[in-house]
């Protein structure tokens, strides 16, 4: 019997600058966002609310951090203590920054050792309303797709925490093996359908698990 899993198995965050971690460049990029619609600087019980922390320790010790590496400035005593350094912005703070986990086949599915690789930046207007799930890019290696207009050498961005439908382009882990196709179903049966006549559909002899649905395709074209 085939198992479908619709979830991402891998914890995947968004966000990555040079001497921040990913959830220091998290708070910093919400810390700017706030202060930007609200004029005014969030407390740390908005930061636990937003990024779901246990306790407000959990938020202070993440904003020392960032003081300790001069991108803000605390003043205690203050319920909105936290003074953004203007000289100490993300760059780009519209851009969200995706990590690159490799490349994914369009083709045969392949045995794919996860890595990171730098990050991506994308416009959050490509994300229809994702640009704060977690979300990664891969690489697309193969023709398979040609057909839904995703060649060989785009950059992939999938969201790893919609849920997938039918007709969705996804990253799927196939018994085992990634590759990117369409999700289809047919007599009640997931599978993964090729867009093009050259390539063969796939299906799961005991496990599919969709690990993103595809939001965005970027091109070089030069």
């Known amino acids: 019997m085939t198992t479908i899993v619709f979830f991402a198995k891998c914890t995947i965050q968004m966000y990555s600058i040079e001497n921040l971690t990913p959830r220091q460049a998290e708070i910093l990029e919400f810390l700017h966002e706030f202060q930007?619609?609200?004029?005014?600087?969030?407390?740390?019980?908005?930061?636990?609310?937003?990024?779901?922390?246990?306790?407000t320790k959990a938020a202070a010790d993440h904003v020392y951090a960032l003081e300790k590496k001069g991108y803000l400035r605390r003043h205690n005593g203050r319920s909105r203590g936290i003074e953004l350094l203007s000289d100490a912005r993300l760059p780009d703070t519209n851009a969200v920054a995706v990590p690159i986990m490799?490349?994914?086949?369009?083709?045969?599915?392949?045995?794919?050792?996860?890595?990171?690789?730098?990050?991506?930046?994308?416009?959050?207007?490509?994300?229809?309303?994702?640009?704060?799930?977690?979300?990664?890019?891969?690489?697309?290696?193969?023709?398979?797709?040609?057909?839904?207009?995703?060649?060989?050498?785009?950059?992939?961005?999938?969201?790893?925490?919609?849920?997938?439908?039918?007709?969705?382009?996804?990253?799927?882990?196939?018994?085992?093996?990634?590759?990117?196709?369409?999700?289809?179903?047919?007599?009640g049966h997931f599978f993964l359908k090729a867009e093009s006549s050259n390539h063969q559909d796939w299906i799961p002899i005991n496990e599919l698990v969709i690990q993103g649905v595809a939001k965005a395709i970027l091109r070089r074209i030069s």
């Open 102 to 187: 490799g490349d994914i086949p369009a083709g045969h599915p392949e045995k794919r050792d996860e890595h990171r690789n730098g990050t991506l930046a994308v416009d959050p207007a490509m994300l229809v309303g994702a640009a704060h799930h977690r979300l990664f890019a891969l690489k697309v290696k193969g023709d398979s797709m040609e057909n839904r207009g995703i060649c060989e050498g785009d950059w992939v961005v999938a969201d790893a925490e919609v849920t997938p439908r039918e007709k969705d382009v996804v990253v799927a882990l196939i018994d085992g093996e990634n590759t990117l196709k369409t999700l289809a179903k047919q007599k």
């Open 36 to 55: 930007r619609k609200e004029k005014i600087a969030p407390t740390y019980r908005e930061i636990v609310g937003h990024f779901g922390f246990k306790s």
